[in-house]
């Protein structure tokens, strides 16, 4: 099986700038996650989708982050501009559905570690 | 307020010499509760779901436990190839939210 799939894999911009990240989740998982993470700390969730609709974004940075998953499998993370503090590991991640009342295990992509100079 | 808090922050350990990482919460009603163990460079990888006070998992040198309000990682007779951070999460029933504590950096001396 396929695991989740993340690109690029670093990018480096200068603050005030726009980057892009791209997840493609494994095959079936109806839920996807964006984390930040910084250096040292645990992941930190942005946004949560289920299929196409989103459940949970109340830690998105809305000014300047946004995110899209379209037709409910790959989904986009974009921040314009960036600032120095963006500078971490940005985590995909998927699981099966999350709210039927089970806790489903999620599986991670291996990030995009993001530096902005 | 919901929180997760993982303690230690590092742990250096001897080779074989066997130790505990706890998570505690503090969250208004669990519906499960995860172990993730991540390498320096890789996303975290899953190890247990724990989902009520009492239950036990165990995958080879680990074995996660969970009462009402902390889970332990316990580690037998750990190897160099255990080194890596240990991660919790929990899952809240109302919103389906999950929260990461901040990890314990375990290290293995050979």
């Known amino acids: 099986e396929a695991g989740v799939a993340q690109s690029p894999r670093y990018k480096i911009i200068e603050k005030r700038q726009s980057v892009a990240f791209w997840c493609n989740p494994i095959s079936g998982h109806a839920t996807l996650y964006w984390y930040q993470q910084i250096l040292g700390q645990g992941p930190k969730l942005l946004i949560q989708?289920?299929?196409?609709?989103?459940?949970?974004d109340s830690q998105l940075p809305k000014d300047r982050f946004s995110a899209e998953r379209l037709k409910g499998v790959d989904s986009t993370l974009k921040i314009q501009p960036a600032k120095l503090e963006d500078s971490a590991v940005y985590l995909c991640?998927?699981?099966?559905?999350?709210?039927?009342?089970?806790?489903?295990?999620?599986?991670f992509g291996p990030g995009t570690r993001l530096t902005v100079t | 307020e919901d929180q997760v808090t993982q303690s230690p922050e590092a742990l250096r350990l001897q080779e074989g010499e066997s130790s505990s990482l706890n998570c505690s919460y503090t969250?208004?009603?669990?519906?499960?509760l995860f172990w993730y163990r991540q390498d320096p460079g890789k996303g975290p990888e899953f190890l247990f779901t724990?989902?009520?006070a009492g239950e036990e998992k165990e995958k080879e040198r680990l074995k996660a436990t969970l009462t009402k309000k902390e889970s332990f990682l316990h580690i037998t007779a750990p190897k160099p190839e255990d080194s890596a951070t240990y991660l919790c999460?929990?899952?809240?029933?109302?919103?389906?939210?999950?929260?990461f504590g901040k990890g314990t950096r375990l290290h293995i001396l050979p």
């Open positions: 969250v208004s009603g669990l519906r499960g």
């Open positions: 724990l989902y009520s």
């Open positions: 991640a998927s699981s099966l559905r999350s709210n039927s009342g089970g806790a489903y295990e999620q599986y």
């Open positions: 989708f289920q299929n196409n609709g989103v459940v949970d």
């Open positions: 999460a929990v899952q809240l029933n109302r919103d389906d939210k999950i929260i």
